[in-house]
């Protein structure tokens, strides 16, 4: 083993079999040493939950005995950790996270497993990216892509991203539309209408499974910079995501509002 | 029925019995009428994750009858969410959500389910505080925090909170320190450095339980506006937290890297 190849670890929600990580871990074969720590099972909107209250268990996942491949019955964070701190022999110099069936766009970032494993990397100061499409479909053919993900993994090796910064990058939906190129954004305000779909289960309760609609609080002639107005132009967006939930602003609103007490 | 009382929606993360959301429902009632809807059992480090792959169920929880109680077999966010749209009849004035049995400061507030629910109800443009306390045990009394529980509601209703921007308050351990007073702080840039414990299952698997400690990245020297410090001196923390994850100064050093591509 070349000792100075990138250690890239890939890892995904959408779980270990999922076409988008297979693509993922193809290309990311041609820039390093690849390992796999991803979920046993999907694990979509997990955010950035870790299990503490049971442990985790991993496999050996093979499919392709060449690569060194786990699966993790934890969630995406989970995966990093586990990575990090007990799977791999030195810290990997790069994170790829996805391709995610289906888009992260916007505050979606918030439910996002995708993200959150790359966000998790970037607080470890480790370079990482989230990559996702805007089609849902496991069958679709992500290849278009690809060039893209060349591109932007080439540039981040070159340009390692600081501590607690990690990249988005969505793309729009391949099956309909062919990718006109890059454009460097910021997140979309928007926000998801929630809507309850009422069911019963067997012994005659009533259930509630969650579906919901994307809304934009942003019109086009005001958000060229976002990162929804590129994937409507046909654009891959990519967003520099940050670890900061602090609003600076309002902290002076809040003190000039009597908040603080002695 | 008073039309006029605020409508506040009390949650957490340790569950609809845990003593923290007792003593908050309580002193909810003092401002308004107050609905429960929480997890029927503890999410702790759920962050915002939400349940699509199955359906959640919803039960009545009747320990003080005069109370309308929810317990919900989703998340925290599933709760806000599914409250929001299905329980209530009209929208919140108010989402308080705690106590928390634990701190939620500096990045903390990434994993924490209870400020997850917070932050799902900034989102929604309800006013919503998270409360937290620097202290596990579910036999410690909290009732020292009550006076600022008060302080901190009353703030809130009379200067309600804009759309996007929640309150993270933590507590500092009440079992060993009185409460100097509130402090208004930004979040401290610090990180849990995990450990896994491992151990077997019966069936001879390995297994992983993640365990872990908070570093701070900041001396106290540089850090006398932060949350951490706030705590350490004896203040509770009061930091507003927004819903925005672009790295916005890192946009023109993506550009001018080359990431853009046409």
New interface residues.
């Given amino acids: 083993m070349n000792e100075k190849r990138p250690l890239i670890l890939v890892t995904n929600d959408d779980g270990i079999q999922a076409p988008g990580i297979r693509l993922l871990i193809k290309t990311a074969e041609e820039f390093g040493e690849v390992v796999v720590v991803a979920p046993d099972s999907?694990q979509?909107?997990?955010?950035?939950?870790?299990?503490?209250?049971?442990?985790?268990?991993?496999r050996r996942y093979v499919v392709h005995p060449e690569i060194t491949e786990y699966s993790c019955s934890g969630?995406p964070v989970?995966c990093v950790?586990?990575a990090?701190?007990?799977l791999l022999d030195r810290k990997p110099d790069l994170i790829l996270s996805g391709i995610n069936h289906g888009t992260n766009s916007s505050?979606s970032?918030?439910?996002s497993?995708t993200m959150?494993a790359a966000?998790e990397g970037s607080?470890?100061n480790i370079p990482s990216i989230g990559f996702s499409v805007d089609n849902y479909h496991l069958t679709v053919d992500f290849s278009p892509v690809v060039p893209?993900l060349r591109?932007?993994i080439t540039?981040v090796l070159?340009?390692p991203l600081?501590v607690?910064?990690s990249l988005?990058v969505n793309f729009p939906n391949v099956a309909e539309t062919s990718i006109?190129?890059?454009?460097?954004?910021?997140?979309a305000?928007g926000?998801w209408h929630?809507?309850?779909?009422d069911?019963n289960?067997p012994h005659g309760?009533?259930?509630?499974?969650?579906?919901g609609t994307f809304t934009n609080r942003e019109a086009d002639s005001e958000a060229e910079d976002s990162d929804e107005f590129a994937l409507k132009q046909g654009y891959a967006s990519?967003?520099?995501?940050?670890?900061?939930?602090?609003?600076?602003p309002?902290?002076e609103?809040?003190?000039l509002?009597?908040?603080?007490?002695?």
């Fill in positions: 999907p979509s909107a997990k955010s950035h939950s870790i299990t503490t209250l049971n442990p985790i268990s991993i969630t989970d950790k586990i990090i701190h007990k505050t970032v918030i439910y497993g959150a966000i607080m470890n893209f591109e932007i540039k070159q340009n600081p607690n910064i988005n006109k190129g890059i454009k460097v954004c910021r997140s305000n926000f929630e809507q309850f779909v069911g289960e309760r009533k259930t509630f499974w969650l579906t990519l967003v520099p995501i940050k670890v900061d939930f602090t609003a600076y309002y902290i609103t809040l003190k509002q009597g908040f603080e007490k002695e």
